[in-house]
């Protein structure tokens, strides 16, 4: 069988109405459908793959370390792998090397963009042709939003109904260059680890909310609202959807036993910074929307970006600013890029 070792880059994606439960733990199938923005190559990670018949068993470098697989949620997440096995009818053990290349000081290390960049090196590795959509299906076994980060631009993660999950993928909605003026700032506040994980925190919330059933009476419909108003262009009517969606997740977080609180006190000061800002300004300027963290993403339009900039330089809790604009998604890259020397089957020096 033929050994090629294959190279991607792929990137994160910010939710603007989020996921956040599932109705099934092992096929990650959501309780909602979701929308995205895939961001650009400024936050990105870069994977080599290699399937070997000399390899005794997958073998998996993050970050220039070796991960322990054997029961851990890094192993449980390399189910991709054995996915892409099947589809390929091949048995042959995996090389993988990744790594996160992201601005120093931002304290993001995303899921999406290593499950992504991930499911695509390895199709690759194994000579699989596969669609978006196909591959939208592999990288959601590994983590859930990582769907959305198989595609450019806007992305709706589909829910589905099907028990099997057959019908929940991702689906581009707007490619970058349709609407280059939406942009993505991203305001760092820290670099420390979230004390609850995306995965344990949903499942919590699942089990244990109360305001999360109404969170599922009002959250479809959101999708559909937010995918129009981003037809339209219609900033004012998609900014407003996405700072209550981001709003509406954390009080369902707040309201699971034990509550679990991302948002700190910086992150409640550029809540409220930004409420004052769009309310001089009598439109809004900036959307913000957190996931599991309290770093802040404010949607806006390029024009506005100086005025969200000014006001975020101003907070002593800002430790860095990233203006993000769309990414085209997941692309392979040269040999000459590849991560793994392929004559010793381990990480290039
Ligand atoms: C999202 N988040 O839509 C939401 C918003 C965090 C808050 O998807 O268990 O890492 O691997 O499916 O995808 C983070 O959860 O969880 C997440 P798994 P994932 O982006």
């Known amino acids: 069988m033929v050994e090629r070792i294959a190279t991607a880059v792929g990137t994160p994606n ?11 733990d092992r096929l ?3 309780m909602n459908s979701s929308v995205s923005m895939t961001l650009d190559e400024q936050l990105n990670t870069r994977t080599s793959v290699l399937f070997s018949e000399k390899l005794q068993a997958d073998t998996v470098y993050i970050n220039g370390t070796v991960q322990d ?23 042959r053990k995996a090389l993988v090397v ?36 196909e591959l939208s299906m592999v990288a959601r076994r590994g983590s859930g ?55 344990a925190g949903m499942k919590q919330t699942v089990q244990t909310g109360i305001l999360y ?30 700072m209550r969606d981001s709003m509406n997740m954390h009080a369902t977080m707040l309201d699971t036993w034990p509550p679990i609180m991302y948002l700190d006190d910086s992150s409640k000061e550029i809540i409220y910074k930004v409420q004052e800002l769009n309310q001089s300004e009598g439109r809004i300027v900036g959307a913000y929307t957190f996931d ?6 404010i949607i806006a339009l390029e024009k506005d970006v100086g005025k969200i900039t000014d006001m975020l330089e101003g907070l002593g809790s ?32």
Do not use: H
């Open 69 to 91: 697989i054997n029961g851990t949620e890094v192993g449980e997440r390399m189910v991709v792998l054995d996915i892409l096995r099947g589809m390929a009818g091949d048995k």
């Open 145 to 199: 939003s990582a769907c959305r980060s198989m595609m450019g631009g806007i992305v709706e993660w589909r829910k589905g109904d099907k028990p099997d999950g057959s019908d929940s993928y991702a689906e581009q909605i707007i490619k970058p260059g349709e609407w280059p003026e939406l942009v993505d700032v991203m305001a760092i506040l820290t670099e420390s680890r979230k004390k609850v994980s995306s995965r």
């Open 14 to 24: 910010i939710a603007l109405i989020k996921y956040w439960g599932k109705r099934d």
């Open 213 to 242: 059933r109404s969170r599922l009476d009002y959250v479809e419909g959101a999708v559909e609202r937010a995918i129009d108003a981003m037809r339209k262009r219609d900033f004012q009517a998609l900014g407003e959807l996405i």
């Open 292 to 297: 599991a963290g309290s770093n802040a993403n």
């Open 98 to 133: 990744s790594n996160n290349q992201f601005p120093t000081g931002s304290g993001l290390a995303s899921s999406a963009s290593g499950l992504a960049t991930l499911t695509y090196a390895a199709a690759g590795a194994l000579g699989l042709e596969l669609q978006p959509r």
């Open 318 to 349: 800002v430790k860095n600013i990233l203006k993000l604009k769309m990414g085209n998604g997941p692309r392979r890259l040269g040999d000459g890029e590849s991560l793994i020397d392929g004559t010793g089957l381990k990480p290039v020096a």
């Open 28 to 30: 990650i199938l959501p």
